[in-house]
């Protein structure tokens, strides 16, 4: 029996930047095949002879809702760390260069603190490629361009909310004029990163 696994490219590109694969790019998802890591290749056919024998035994397992995100959570990690990695020449700059590309790159972020930005927009604004500006900016800060550029809007956001009066101040919409949409993950990543919450930040004011 033949089973076909239809993963989005944005789920993949999601988990493949938390693992820090970036030389898994548009050029590498063109490809309609991969060879994986030869021990790799028995955890997954392990992995999928569970995964089929739960369906098998339990048919209405998959109807829970919450089953697709574990299954999710757990299979794709699992494939990623298996593909073998693959640096090609865009992933390397010399030090001159890059040194002026990771500045050039900080530049750009700053002027869009308050818009939407991808790694790739970035990238393609600059002229280089997503796995040059990756490798860039975790050999000198030692952070993927992503966190790099949420630190810098958290910083944002925590000085807007010091040089704001609380009655005047909504921070719901403070934090999304900053890209941050959603309250319990903004709340949570400004207190690991100030130790406090946003809301005391602001009554600091008053």
């Known amino acids: 029996m033949m089973m076909q696994i239809i993963i989005p490219k944005k789920t993949f590109d999601a988990y493949a930047e938390q693992l820090q694969r970036y030389d898994l790019d548009d050029s590498f998802l063109s490809k309609n095949y991969v060879n994986l890591l030869p021990n790799g290749m028995k955890n997954i056919k392990d992995y999928l002879k569970q995964l089929f024998w739960l369906v098998v035994q339990k048919p209405t397992w998959l109807q829970n809702s919450h089953i697709e995100q574990l299954i999710i959570d757990d299979f794709l990690p699992l494939l990623i760390s298996n593909i073998p990695a693959k640096l090609n ?13 990771i500045a050039q790159a900080e530049k750009e972020m700053l002027a869009n603190l308050n818009k939407p930005l991808t790694l790739k927009q970035l990238a393609q604004s600059l002229g280089s490629s997503s796995c040059a500006l990756s490798f860039g900016f975790k050999d000198l800060f030692g952070l993927s361009p992503m966190r790099y550029l949420k630190i810098q809007r958290l910083n944002a956001v925590r000085e807007r909310l010091k040089a704001s009066e609380p009655e005047n101040c909504t921070i719901v919409f403070l934090a999304n004029q900053f890209g941050f949409y959603c309250p319990s993950h903004f709340t949570r990543d400004y207190k690991a990163m100030f130790g406090e919450l946003p809301s005391e930040t602001l009554m600091k004011k008053a």
């Open 89 to 101: 020449a865009q992933c390397f700059v010399k030090p001159s260069r890059r040194e002026k590309l």
